[in-house]
């Protein structure tokens, strides 16, 4: 199983370019999340989606849009990039059947850098 | 929400045991414990959770404190692909799903061939 994948693993942008990040999971997840992973902080939640059709902001949402296509499909817009949005992002999938045993399942990362 | 404190950076040798602590003094009934670690250049990836016994997977061991304010993950015989950060988080057992954690910056180990 492919898990978690991710597109594009490096980006560079110049301010003001717009670009999706792409995320698929493969496990019938039925939630999904995006995060941010800077230098020095913890992984902070941008937007997550708790099962198809659904989604809502999370800790950093300013600056991002998000669209739940499908079960399987989370993706990350940034209309208009910033400098402040460098940071390596990170989706994440999971399946809340059961609240004792539910585990996060991580893609490998997109590094983004704005200039 | 609850918060967790672990030391910055811990180092250990290969295929000797690693306990790396973690304390969370104002954990609530229902939060679970639950572990994660970052091998470099990856993504998270999930170790163990427990919520008040001990527990242990093929991956590692989970020492939960009896009054559940600290916990102590343990790696029986670490090897040169355990060095990552790991993190320890709580996991409100009411919460529809994992929205509500809080990472903080974990514990970097280097383990030293």
């Known amino acids: 199983n492919a898990g978690v994948t991710q597109t594009p693993k490096f980006q560079v942008l110049k301010t003001g370019q717009s670009m999706t990040l792409q995320c698929a999971q493969d496990m019938n997840h039925n939630s999904m999340y995006w995060y941010r992973q800077d230098p020095g902080m913890g992984l902070r939640l941008i937007y997550y989606?708790?099962?198809?059709?659904?989604?809502d902001k999370g800790e950093v949402p300013n600056g991002y849009n998000v669209s739940r296509l499908n079960k399987r499909e989370f993706s990350l817009r940034l209309e208009s990039a910033a400098p402040s949005q460098t940071s390596v992002y990170f989706c994440?999938?999971?399946?809340?059947?059961?609240?004792?045993?539910?585990?996060?399942?991580f893609g490998s990362g997109t590094q983004l850098s704005v200039l | 929400d609850a918060k967790t404190t672990q030391p910055n950076s811990m180092e250990s040798n290969e295929e000797e045991p690693v306990h790396l602590p973690c304390n969370h003094s104002t954990i609530s009934g229902t939060d679970y414990i639950h572990w994660y670690r970052q091998l470099p250049s990856q993504g998270p990836e999930y170790v163990i959770h427990g919520l008040t016994s001990n527990v242990n997977n093929r991956m590692a061991s989970l020492a939960i404190a009896e009054d559940r304010k600290s916990s102590t993950l343990i790696l029986h015989r670490a090897t040169l692909r355990d060095a990552a950060v790991y993190y320890c988080i709580l996991r409100p057992l009411w919460a529809g799903n994992n929205r509500k954690l809080i990472w903080g910056l974990g514990t970097s180990l280097a383990v030293n061939p």
């Open positions: 989606s708790a099962s198809e059709g659904t989604t």
């Open positions: 994440a999938s999971s399946e809340p059947t059961d609240a004792t045993n539910e585990k996060l399942f």
